[in-house]
Protein backbone atom coordinates (compact mmCIF):
# COMPACT_ATOMS: atom_id res chain seq x y z
CA UNK A 1 0.00 0.00 0.00
CA UNK A 2 2.49 2.30 0.85
CA UNK A 3 4.78 1.13 -2.51
CA UNK A 4 1.75 2.51 -4.27
CA UNK A 5 0.71 5.38 -2.55
CA UNK A 6 4.76 6.44 -2.95
CA UNK A 7 4.45 5.60 -7.10
CA UNK A 8 1.08 7.65 -6.83
CA UNK A 9 2.77 10.54 -5.14
CA UNK A 10 5.47 10.33 -8.02
CA UNK A 11 3.32 10.39 -10.52
CA UNK A 12 1.31 13.30 -8.89
CA UNK A 13 5.06 15.49 -9.17
CA UNK A 14 5.42 14.74 -12.18
CA UNK A 15 2.75 15.93 -13.55
CA UNK A 16 2.71 18.78 -11.62
CA UNK A 17 6.18 19.41 -13.02
CA UNK A 18 4.77 18.75 -16.23
CA UNK A 19 2.18 21.52 -16.07
CA UNK A 20 5.14 23.60 -15.19
CA UNK A 21 7.15 23.00 -17.72
CA UNK A 22 4.78 23.52 -20.54
CA UNK A 23 2.10 26.46 -18.54
CA UNK A 24 5.05 29.38 -19.22
CA UNK A 25 5.25 28.02 -23.35
CA UNK A 26 1.32 28.27 -23.59
CA UNK A 27 1.39 31.55 -21.76
CA UNK A 28 3.65 32.81 -24.19
CA UNK A 29 1.70 31.81 -27.05
CA UNK A 30 -1.14 33.81 -25.46
CA UNK A 31 -1.59 37.86 -26.97
CA UNK A 32 -0.57 40.06 -23.57
CA UNK A 33 -0.37 42.91 -25.82
CA UNK A 34 -2.18 43.67 -28.58
CA UNK A 35 -1.30 46.55 -31.06
CA UNK A 36 -2.92 48.86 -33.66
CA UNK A 37 -0.63 49.79 -36.56
CA UNK A 38 -1.94 53.03 -38.92
CA UNK A 39 -0.02 53.32 -42.02
CA UNK A 40 -0.12 55.88 -44.69
CA UNK A 41 -0.36 53.24 -47.44
CA UNK A 42 -3.34 51.76 -49.22
CA UNK A 43 -3.82 48.60 -47.55
CA UNK A 44 -1.43 45.37 -48.90
CA UNK A 45 0.53 47.86 -51.06
CA UNK A 46 3.57 46.43 -53.04
CA UNK A 47 6.65 46.93 -50.86
CA UNK A 48 5.33 49.87 -48.56
CA UNK A 49 1.95 48.53 -47.59
CA UNK A 50 3.38 44.43 -47.60
CA UNK A 51 6.47 45.83 -45.28
CA UNK A 52 3.88 47.18 -42.61
CA UNK A 53 2.23 43.44 -42.77
CA UNK A 54 5.54 41.97 -42.97
CA UNK A 55 6.76 43.85 -39.50
CA UNK A 56 3.50 42.97 -37.86
CA UNK A 57 4.08 39.20 -38.50
CA UNK A 58 7.62 39.72 -37.46
CA UNK A 59 6.90 40.95 -34.20
CA UNK A 60 4.45 38.38 -33.32
CA UNK A 61 6.30 35.42 -34.51
CA UNK A 62 10.02 36.79 -32.57
CA UNK A 63 7.67 37.04 -29.69
CA UNK A 64 6.00 33.86 -29.51
CA UNK A 65 2.57 35.52 -30.00
CA UNK A 66 2.81 37.39 -26.55
CA UNK A 67 2.52 40.65 -29.45
CA UNK A 68 0.07 41.08 -31.95
CA UNK A 69 -0.34 43.94 -34.37
CA UNK A 70 -3.15 44.65 -36.68
CA UNK A 71 -2.08 46.74 -39.33
CA UNK A 72 -4.71 49.36 -40.82
CA UNK A 73 -3.96 50.94 -44.04
CA UNK A 74 -5.02 54.76 -44.97
CA UNK A 75 -7.86 56.01 -43.84
CA UNK A 76 -9.17 52.87 -42.24
CA UNK A 77 -8.77 53.92 -38.98
CA UNK A 78 -7.23 57.78 -39.63
CA UNK A 79 -5.63 59.57 -42.53
CA UNK A 80 -2.33 58.98 -44.18
CA UNK A 81 -1.65 62.14 -42.82
CA UNK A 82 -2.40 61.93 -39.16
CA UNK A 83 -0.61 58.98 -38.36
CA UNK A 84 2.17 60.96 -36.22
CA UNK A 85 -0.66 62.06 -33.79
CA UNK A 86 -2.75 59.36 -33.65
CA UNK A 87 0.68 57.66 -32.59
CA UNK A 88 1.62 60.06 -30.37
CA UNK A 89 -2.08 60.80 -29.02
CA UNK A 90 -2.31 56.49 -28.54
CA UNK A 91 -4.80 56.21 -30.59
CA UNK A 92 -2.91 53.39 -32.00
CA UNK A 93 0.54 51.83 -30.31
CA UNK A 94 2.23 51.98 -34.04
CA UNK A 95 2.37 53.82 -37.19
CA UNK A 96 4.16 53.34 -40.43
CA UNK A 97 5.23 56.12 -42.49
CA UNK A 98 7.60 58.39 -43.59
CA UNK A 99 9.65 61.07 -41.50
CA UNK A 100 9.17 64.01 -43.96
CA UNK A 101 5.48 64.01 -43.66
CA UNK A 102 6.08 65.80 -40.20
CA UNK A 103 7.94 68.59 -40.84
CA UNK A 104 4.97 70.55 -39.93
CA UNK A 105 5.66 69.37 -36.46
CA UNK A 106 9.59 70.04 -36.61
CA UNK A 107 11.67 70.74 -39.37
CA UNK A 108 14.45 68.17 -38.79
CA UNK A 109 11.81 65.74 -39.29
CA UNK A 110 12.09 65.93 -43.17
CA UNK A 111 16.09 64.50 -42.24
CA UNK A 112 15.25 60.82 -41.27
CA UNK A 113 13.56 60.71 -44.55
CA UNK A 114 15.18 62.14 -47.31
CA UNK A 115 17.87 64.59 -48.52
CA UNK A 116 18.16 65.79 -51.93
CA UNK A 117 21.32 64.41 -53.65
CA UNK A 118 22.43 63.16 -50.11
CA UNK A 119 23.22 59.84 -48.74
CA UNK A 120 22.10 56.46 -50.62
CA UNK A 121 19.99 53.76 -48.64
CA UNK A 122 23.13 51.84 -47.92
CA UNK A 123 25.03 55.21 -46.28
CA UNK A 124 21.87 56.37 -44.20
CA UNK A 125 21.38 53.05 -42.43
CA UNK A 126 25.02 53.32 -41.67
CA UNK A 127 24.66 56.76 -40.06
CA UNK A 128 21.27 55.31 -38.71
CA UNK A 129 23.27 52.62 -36.82
CA UNK A 130 26.74 53.55 -36.42
CA UNK A 131 26.53 56.80 -37.05
CA UNK A 132 24.69 58.65 -34.38
CA UNK A 133 21.46 59.08 -36.55
CA UNK A 134 19.29 57.13 -34.96
CA UNK A 135 19.76 58.65 -31.41
CA UNK A 136 19.23 62.18 -33.17
CA UNK A 137 15.71 60.83 -34.26
CA UNK A 138 14.97 59.53 -30.88
CA UNK A 139 15.47 62.41 -29.07
CA UNK A 140 13.23 64.85 -32.04
CA UNK A 141 10.82 62.21 -31.59
CA UNK A 142 10.82 61.67 -27.49
CA UNK A 143 8.86 65.13 -27.23
CA UNK A 144 6.19 63.70 -29.31
CA UNK A 145 5.81 60.65 -26.76
CA UNK A 146 7.14 58.95 -29.76
CA UNK A 147 10.06 56.27 -30.44
CA UNK A 148 11.37 56.32 -33.86
CA UNK A 149 12.52 53.55 -35.89
CA UNK A 150 13.75 52.77 -39.23
CA UNK A 151 11.60 50.11 -40.99
CA UNK A 152 12.61 50.31 -44.70
CA UNK A 153 14.32 52.12 -47.34
CA UNK A 154 13.80 52.03 -50.84
CA UNK A 155 17.28 52.99 -52.25
CA UNK A 156 17.77 55.32 -55.16
CA UNK A 157 14.46 56.32 -56.67
CA UNK A 158 13.12 57.25 -59.87
CA UNK A 159 12.79 60.81 -60.82
CA UNK A 160 8.98 60.46 -61.33
CA UNK A 161 6.39 60.28 -63.91
CA UNK A 162 5.50 63.37 -66.33
CA UNK A 163 3.04 64.46 -68.42
CA UNK A 164 5.04 66.22 -70.93
CA UNK A 165 9.02 66.24 -71.72
CA UNK A 166 11.43 67.84 -69.63
CA UNK A 167 13.99 69.59 -71.82
CA UNK A 168 15.34 72.39 -70.38
CA UNK A 169 14.56 73.81 -67.19
CA UNK A 170 11.95 76.47 -68.52
CA UNK A 171 10.16 73.16 -68.46
CA UNK A 172 10.06 73.57 -64.60
CA UNK A 173 7.86 76.09 -64.43
CA UNK A 174 4.31 75.77 -63.83
CA UNK A 175 4.81 72.49 -63.29
CA UNK A 176 2.34 70.74 -60.86
CA UNK A 177 4.14 67.81 -59.37
CA UNK A 178 3.00 65.95 -56.39
CA UNK A 179 6.67 65.72 -54.42
CA UNK A 180 6.96 65.89 -50.41
CA UNK A 181 9.75 67.20 -48.25
CA UNK A 182 12.24 68.87 -49.02
CA UNK A 183 12.30 67.63 -52.88
CA UNK A 184 8.83 70.02 -52.37
CA UNK A 185 10.76 72.79 -51.46
CA UNK A 186 13.56 72.67 -54.20
CA UNK A 187 11.05 72.31 -57.30
CA UNK A 188 9.00 75.36 -56.06
CA UNK A 189 12.18 77.30 -55.88
CA UNK A 190 12.86 75.99 -59.59
CA UNK A 191 9.28 77.64 -60.54
CA UNK A 192 7.64 74.54 -59.94
CA UNK A 193 4.54 73.97 -57.88
CA UNK A 194 4.45 70.96 -55.24
CA UNK A 195 1.64 69.26 -54.28
CA UNK A 196 1.13 66.91 -51.09
CA UNK A 197 -1.19 63.87 -51.66
CA UNK A 198 -1.17 60.54 -50.41
CA UNK A 199 -0.42 57.64 -52.04
CA UNK A 200 -4.41 56.87 -52.89
CA UNK A 201 -4.89 59.98 -54.65
CA UNK A 202 -2.14 59.99 -57.07
CA UNK A 203 -3.21 57.86 -60.04
CA UNK A 204 -6.76 60.07 -60.30
CA UNK A 205 -4.94 63.37 -59.57
CA UNK A 206 -2.39 62.68 -62.49
CA UNK A 207 -5.37 61.00 -64.69
CA UNK A 208 -7.68 64.25 -64.41
CA UNK A 209 -5.28 66.52 -64.59
CA UNK A 210 -4.99 67.93 -61.24
CA UNK A 211 -0.95 67.78 -61.58
CA UNK A 212 1.27 67.56 -64.35
CA UNK A 213 3.66 64.81 -62.80
CA UNK A 214 4.34 62.54 -59.34
CA UNK A 215 7.39 60.64 -58.04
CA UNK A 216 6.71 57.55 -55.82
CA UNK A 217 8.76 55.28 -55.69
CA UNK A 218 9.98 52.89 -58.37
CA UNK A 219 9.36 50.69 -60.91
CA UNK A 220 7.84 47.82 -58.79
CA UNK A 221 5.28 50.54 -56.34
CA UNK A 222 4.95 52.18 -59.55
CA UNK A 223 3.55 49.82 -61.97
CA UNK A 224 0.97 48.68 -59.31
CA UNK A 225 -0.03 52.05 -59.75
CA UNK A 226 -0.59 51.80 -63.34
CA UNK A 227 1.04 55.36 -63.71
CA UNK A 228 1.79 53.81 -67.20
CA UNK A 229 -1.74 54.36 -68.11
CA UNK A 230 -1.81 58.10 -68.01
CA UNK A 231 1.58 59.44 -68.14
CA UNK A 232 4.44 57.82 -70.33
CA UNK A 233 7.28 59.66 -69.58
CA UNK A 234 9.57 58.10 -66.65
CA UNK A 235 12.20 60.09 -65.79
CA UNK A 236 15.85 59.44 -63.40
CA UNK A 237 17.65 59.80 -61.62
CA UNK A 238 15.83 59.87 -58.20
CA UNK A 239 17.25 63.76 -57.35
CA UNK A 240 14.87 63.85 -54.36
CA UNK A 241 14.98 60.73 -53.04
CA UNK A 242 18.22 58.66 -53.07
CA UNK A 243 17.91 56.75 -50.36
CA UNK A 244 14.49 57.03 -48.63
CA UNK A 245 14.13 55.69 -44.99
CA UNK A 246 10.88 54.29 -43.85
CA UNK A 247 9.91 54.76 -40.51
CA UNK A 248 7.65 53.16 -38.10
CA UNK A 249 6.55 55.08 -34.79
CA UNK A 250 5.79 53.61 -31.31
CA UNK A 251 4.01 55.07 -28.83
CA UNK A 252 6.51 55.84 -26.36
CA UNK A 253 4.31 54.99 -23.25
CA UNK A 254 2.96 51.67 -24.75
CA UNK A 255 6.75 50.95 -25.98
CA UNK A 256 7.62 51.33 -22.18
CA UNK A 257 4.99 48.78 -21.19
CA UNK A 258 6.52 45.86 -22.29
CA UNK A 259 9.28 44.11 -20.38
CA UNK A 260 13.03 44.41 -22.07
CA UNK A 261 12.38 40.92 -23.52
CA UNK A 262 9.35 42.60 -25.75
CA UNK A 263 11.35 45.98 -26.35
CA UNK A 264 14.12 44.30 -28.31
CA UNK A 265 12.29 41.96 -30.25
CA UNK A 266 10.62 45.33 -31.38
CA UNK A 267 13.49 47.09 -32.34
CA UNK A 268 14.97 43.91 -33.71
CA UNK A 269 11.74 43.35 -35.81
CA UNK A 270 11.88 46.64 -37.47
CA UNK A 271 15.62 46.52 -38.27
CA UNK A 272 14.73 42.77 -40.05
CA UNK A 273 12.00 45.26 -42.08
CA UNK A 274 14.57 47.73 -43.17
CA UNK A 275 16.76 45.26 -44.87
CA UNK A 276 13.96 43.03 -45.68
CA UNK A 277 12.41 46.43 -47.92
CA UNK A 278 15.98 47.40 -49.53
CA UNK A 279 16.40 43.97 -50.43
CA UNK A 280 13.21 43.60 -51.81
CA UNK A 281 13.19 46.98 -53.88
CA UNK A 282 16.68 45.82 -55.49
CA UNK A 283 14.98 42.33 -56.67
CA UNK A 284 12.05 43.17 -58.16
CA UNK A 285 12.24 47.11 -59.70
CA UNK A 286 14.57 45.41 -62.57
CA UNK A 287 12.00 43.10 -63.67
CA UNK A 288 8.69 45.82 -63.16
CA UNK A 289 10.88 48.17 -65.02
CA UNK A 290 11.25 45.74 -67.96
CA UNK A 291 7.78 44.88 -67.61
CA UNK A 292 7.03 48.79 -68.23
CA UNK A 293 9.39 49.25 -71.03
CA UNK A 294 8.69 46.68 -72.91
CA UNK A 295 4.54 45.67 -72.30
CA UNK A 296 3.60 49.29 -71.76
CA UNK A 297 6.13 51.26 -74.08
CA UNK A 298 6.73 53.58 -71.12
CA UNK A 299 9.95 55.97 -72.00
CA UNK A 300 12.18 55.68 -69.86
CA UNK A 301 14.55 59.33 -69.81
CA UNK A 302 17.26 61.19 -67.55
CA UNK A 303 16.90 64.57 -66.66
CA UNK A 304 19.10 66.39 -68.70
CA UNK A 305 22.30 68.22 -66.93
CA UNK A 306 20.93 71.83 -66.44
CA UNK A 307 18.17 70.92 -64.90
CA UNK A 308 20.11 68.41 -62.42
CA UNK A 309 22.25 70.59 -61.95
CA UNK A 310 20.05 73.50 -60.74
CA UNK A 311 18.29 71.52 -58.53
CA UNK A 312 21.74 70.50 -57.04
CA UNK A 313 22.22 73.76 -55.87
CA UNK A 314 18.63 74.51 -54.96
CA UNK A 315 18.85 71.50 -53.03
CA UNK A 316 22.14 72.76 -50.71
CA UNK A 317 20.64 76.43 -50.41
CA UNK A 318 17.10 74.43 -49.04
CA UNK A 319 18.80 71.71 -46.26
CA UNK A 320 21.45 74.47 -45.41
CA UNK A 321 18.65 77.37 -44.80
CA UNK A 322 16.78 74.17 -42.28
CA UNK A 323 19.55 73.58 -40.53
CA UNK A 324 20.02 77.56 -39.39
CA UNK A 325 15.92 77.65 -38.43
CA UNK A 326 16.75 76.21 -35.20
CA UNK A 327 19.84 74.52 -32.76
CA UNK A 328 18.45 70.99 -33.20
CA UNK A 329 17.90 71.54 -37.02
CA UNK A 330 21.76 72.65 -37.51
CA UNK A 331 22.58 69.36 -34.89
CA UNK A 332 20.93 67.14 -37.39
CA UNK A 333 22.48 68.21 -40.44
CA UNK A 334 25.87 68.49 -39.02
CA UNK A 335 25.82 65.13 -38.32
CA UNK A 336 24.52 64.21 -41.04
CA UNK A 337 26.58 66.66 -43.68
CA UNK A 338 29.85 64.74 -41.55
CA UNK A 339 28.92 61.61 -41.43
CA UNK A 340 27.74 61.71 -45.85
CA UNK A 341 31.42 63.49 -46.52
CA UNK A 342 33.47 60.54 -44.93
CA UNK A 343 31.19 57.85 -46.35
CA UNK A 344 31.55 59.62 -49.77
CA UNK A 345 35.19 59.37 -49.49
CA UNK A 346 34.88 55.55 -48.83
CA UNK A 347 31.64 55.55 -51.36
CA UNK A 348 34.27 56.20 -54.20
CA UNK A 349 36.86 54.56 -53.93
CA UNK A 350 34.40 51.19 -53.24
CA UNK A 351 30.59 51.12 -54.80
CA UNK A 352 30.94 53.99 -57.60
CA UNK A 353 34.44 52.63 -58.61
CA UNK A 354 33.57 48.93 -59.10
CA UNK A 355 30.29 50.56 -60.90
CA UNK A 356 32.05 52.11 -63.21
CA UNK A 357 34.79 49.44 -63.65
CA UNK A 358 32.06 46.73 -64.55
CA UNK A 359 30.17 48.77 -67.02
CA UNK A 360 33.59 49.34 -69.07
Not at 32 to 41: A, D, I, P, R, Y
Not at 60 to 78: F, P
Not at 97 to 113: I, R, V
Amino acid sequence: MERRGFIKSLGAGALAASSLAVGPKAFAAKAEFKWKMVTSWPKNFPVLGTNANYLANNIEQMSGGRIRVKVYGANELVPAFEVFDAVSRGTAQMGHSGAYYWKGKHEASQFFGAIPFGMSGQEVNAWLYYGGGMELWEELYDKFNLVPTATGNTGAQMAGWFRKDINSLADLKGLKMRIPGLGGEVLKRAGGTPVNLSGGELFTSLQSGAIDATEWVGPYNDLAFGFYKVAKNYYYPGWHEPGTTLEAIINKDAFSALPDDLQAIVKQACKSANMDMLAENVAKNNTALDTLVNKHQVQVKRLPDDVLARLHSLSLEVVQEVAERDPFSRKVYESYINFSQRAARWTDISELAYLKARAL
